[in-house]
């Protein structure tokens, strides 16, 4: 049951990660009308799930969860960055992270890129590495679903709906993942990563990314 709670604390919108403020290059599809209804967002989602971060971050997680060093785990997390803004994203997010948890349970405070900041939690705390990935993917999906409710804006129930359908993506995605070598890391998601980088210059916005 703690595991549960643990991880439901530490993913969960109320805690101090800033989590509300990212949306990995969504503002600017959503600006562009490329993204503007519920079918639109959710096959965005399963695409950066299957074949982006979503899948890079379980990997990553996984593999920190199990390290007895996170150092290189984590210069290639900071490397993976596709964009300034999305660098930021990992690193604010993971940076914070490893501060109140450190405050929390003790331990190391340096910042972390999120995944290797959760994965490395997660064995401190001798949580189970199967439900830390699901959930974190499962709170990655939920707070993009979040962002775009304000900013296409879409529905609460439709965004609840959307996260719904993804929570068996969500699970098979962490299950493949615990198994993959750092090598199988790779991203295909190039409109969010393109939209990462146009986000830079965007003139109005909601969110850092």
């Known amino acids: 049951m703690r595991d549960a709670q643990l991880l439901h604390q530490w993913l969960s ?3 101090p990660t800033g989590a509300f403020a990212w949306s990995h290059g969504l503002d600017r599809l ?31 997680l996984s593999h920190a969860y199990h390290a007895d060093d996170v150092s290189e785990i984590a210069e290639l997390a900071a490397a993976l960055a596709p964009s300034r ?17 450190g405050a929390l349970f003790g331990g190391r405070t340096d910042p972390l890129p999120y995944p290797v900041a959760v994965g490395y939690g ?10 830390t990935v699901v959930l974190y993917l499962q709170a990655f999906v939920a707070n993009l679903v979040s962002a775009a409710v304000r900013a ?27 198994d993959a070598g750092l090598d199988k890391i790779g991203t295909a ?11 830079e210059t965007q003139y109005s916005r909601m969110f850092r990314s």
């Open 189 to 199: 998601s190039i409109r969010a990563d393109m939209a990462s980088l146009q986000h």
């Open 152 to 178: 296409i804006p879409l529905g609460q129930t439709d965004g609840q709906r959307i996260v719904m359908a993804l929570l068996p993506l969500c699970e098979t995605v962490a299950q493949d993942a615990q």
């Open 85 to 101: 803004e999305r660098y930021a994203e990992t690193m604010d997010q993971g940076a914070s992270f490893m501060r109140v948890t």
């Open 13 to 15: 919108p109320g805690f």
């Open 122 to 131: 997660a064995a401190r705390e001798g949580i189970a590495l199967d439900m």
């Open 30 to 60: 959503i600006s562009d009308d490329v993204i503007y209804d519920a079918a639109g967002l959710q096959a965005w989602l399963e695409d950066v799930l299957r074949h982006g971060a979503g899948r890079a971050d379980a990997i990553l």
